[in-house]
């Protein structure tokens, strides 16, 4: 009889490692500007989506909380030595962050205006090509350097004394760094040269203010300078000046001067100029600077480089027929197809690691939708969209994982078309092992994210909460206001407008346009549209916008401190500031938070900054005003009666809403009109919610496009040109943009919009759409007409996208 032998032992089941348990994000009472003790578990290595309206809390959350703390992590384990170096970041308001791993952020803003910073520099795309050239140029011209246009050519010599055991000896040195900067423009690739009856007004003395200059006021330091100078009169007209007065007023070379007692340097206009404003980009400067500029300053390409920015020798250097100024003028999509026949030569054998990273990075441009760019395109002239993408790039080939990558509107500017490819790129990045945070609006996205977390229910005050957290499918079902609409699609108009006449294009050529003929209807909404890179803008700012009348609303960022707020940056504070003084018989500067009315002991800004190194800003309320900003002897002044009868002080006001201030400002004796038509325009642009006093800093993408609108809409001009007004909205809030541009054209202005939202493109009484590719596929007018005749034709993308989103 046999014994089956004994059973082994059931194994006790195996309990996950406690490393593998850290699965989430969590964050616990994050109060962040609006958030209100936010508390929500994000799901590693997934794509969540975050939505709700502009200003909901979206970027407070995911950027001011998350993605912030994550730095100031990093940054912290470096010694306190090197962190004196690096940007301080107080720690967010918030009471609990775990699972956090390393941020990296990819948002909108721009890569900055320096006039040397060009796509290809700023993507180290340039310096591969350099090194290329170096190796393999012919005829050989020397190193990296001989080929970089940020780079002069420099020569010197001269007796160096040595030390050695056996005592000293002189020896002479000599030396030369070949650059390859155009000696005539600088490397800026234009010359700029002066239309002087914009510098100054020459029937009028100095002392006049015959200077029209910004920031060259007769009252400063500049009055003080001219008049103790003494080269010219500042007493007498301009047009009487000699010759050799009006050479030193204009082109005075840096002369040391005694000014009262003070020993300073006088340099001519001309040179003034130059070296303080045209020392930037144009599209980096304030407004009121660039309107000067763009009046005063014309830029013609450099003769002598021909805009390439390189001297003649970098310029004689070629690699399979090419320079390298001729490869950074052409499209990315290109250059890599010229970089990969490089690569199949048996000559580049040598530079072949340099070759593969070289095609890695362009293909990504490509992959990203940006091959239509060119290397030598100047980065302040980016988008925000492109902008963002291009910082992409780096990071499409990175082999690091367990990362979290935070979004801001990755399809800022993207045609429907280009939209499916950037979440392809974002799926990839989760599928690699990282972790993807998106802020965004568009529902294509939302679609495909793993996750969603919908804040709100409102903006501002009315935001700060999470109302909805969990699948798409229960975001649709959830009846919060995204959930609402996530699924809302706009109709073609039964019936469009008539043009009441039009604007003749004839021969456009900026860019990448193949002398594009058009008439740009007039009386009615007119939508410019196609994929990235087609040549919308460079049709509608290269030939429209210039002429007289037209109010151009572009995508540049509004620029403000922590003390600018909207009644600053609009104007509004003006007439409420005089409203104040006529009231009250005092100055109107005692109710400015920046002037004579400010609380001295946090000067106006309400709290008290305290620098820590190593440690970030620690801000906390004043004590003093208790965050009113203001003296308290100015806070018993009050608008409109006594506080009994309704009556409001200067800090009450700012405290407002805008809908409260614009019923205050509207009736009774606190009516002010010049303080109501700013009002109304904020709440024309759905901006009702905000507090006259909050700081721009705040603010949310989408408010500050919103902000910018509101001030434009105050300009006078028969034509307005929106650039991508959609930028930052909410589902919901597109009904109320619509109905915005239905307004301005009812009341007899000319609308031109460039835009790729659908909603708007089939709201239009007409489109013109450009394509039907980018950069040279682009170029081109591809269709004109009706909304309802581009679904039925449906010969462009736009066509076809288009019939697809209404349903047809």
Known sequence: ??????????????????????????????????????TVELPKRRLTVFTGVSGSGKSSLVFATIAAESQRLINETYPAFLQG????????????????????????ERLGANPRSTLGTATDVNALLRILFSRLGTPSIGSPQAFSFNTATVSGKGAVTVEKADGKSVQRKSFTVQGGMCVRCEGRGTVSGFDLTALYDDSKSIDEGALTIPGYS????????????????????????????????????????????????FTGLVPSIQKSFLSKDVDGMQPHVRAFVERAVTFTTCPDCGGTRLNELARSSRVAGLSIAQVCAMQVSDVAAWVRELRASPASRTVAPLLDGLQDTLDAFTRIGLGYLSLDRSSGTLSGGEAQRVKLIRHLGSALTDVTYVFDEPTTGLHPHDIGRMNELLLQLRDKGNTVLVVEHKPEVIAVADHVVDLGPRAGSAGGQVVFEGTVEG???????????????????????????????????????????????????????????????????????????????????????????????????????KAFAKANGVKPALFSPNSEGACPACSGAGVIYTDLPT?????????????????????????????????????????????DALAFFSA????????????????????????????LT????????????????????????LDEPTTGLHLADVAQLLGLLDRLVDSGRSVVVIEHHQAVVAHADWV??????????????VFEGTPADLVADRSTLTGQHLAAYVGA
Not at 6 to 12: G, I, L, R
């Open 85 to 108: 170096f690096m940007p301080s970041q107080a720690r967010p308001d918030v009471d609990v962050l775990e699972g956090l791993t390393t941020a990296i952020i990819v948002d909108q």
């Open 475 to 577: 975001l649709r079902a959830s009846g919060t206001l995204t959930g609402r609409h996530l699924d809302d699609r706009a109709r073609l108009k039964e019936t469009t407008r008539t043009p009441t006449g039009a604007v003749q294009v004839r021969g456009a050529s900026t860019h990448n346009l193949r002398g594009v003929d058009v008439d740009v209807p007039l009386g009615v909404l007119c939508v410019v549209t196609g994929v990235a890179g087609s040549g919308k803008s460079s049709l509608v700012h290269g030939s429209l916008s210039p002429r007289e009348g037209v109010v151009t609303v572009d995508q540049g960022a509004i620029r403000g401190s922590r003390r600018s707020n909207p009644a600053t940056y609009t104007g509004l504070l003006e007439p409420v500031r």
């Open 668 to 695: 009774g004796a606190s009516r002010v009109p010049a303080a109501a038509a700013v009002l109304e325009r904020l709440v024309d642009v759905g901006l009702g919610y905000l507090t006259l006093g909050q700081p």
């Open 615 to 659: 440690s970030g800003t620690v801000t906390t309320p004043c004590e003093e005003c208790e965050g009113r900003r203001f003296m308290a002897s100015v806070l018993e002044l009050t608008l409109g009666g006594p506080r009994e009868d309704g009556g409001r002080d200067v800090g009450e006001v700012l405290a407002m809403p805008v809908t």
């Open 768 to 781: 013109i759409d450009l394509g039907p590719g980018a950069g040279h596929d682009g170029g081109r007018v």
């Open 698 to 721: 705040t603010l949310s993408g989408g408010e500050r496009q919103r902000l910018k609108l509101a001030v434009h809409m105050g300009e006078r001009g028969s034509t307005y040109v």
């Open 1 to 38: 009889m046999s014994t089956s032998p004994p059973a082994a032992p059931t194994a006790a089941p195996t309990a996950a490692p406690l490393a593998d348990r850290h699965d989430l994000i969590r964050v616990v009472g994050a109060r962040e500007n609006n958030l209100r003790d936010v």
């Open 218 to 265: 007769v009252d400063g330091w500049y009055g003080r300078i001219f008049k103790g100078v003494g080269l010219f009169p500042t007493d007498a007209p301009i047009r009487d000046f000699t010759p050799e007065q009006l050479h030193a007023l204009l082109h005075s070379e840096p002369t040391k001067v005694k000014v009262e007692g003070i020993n300073l340097t």
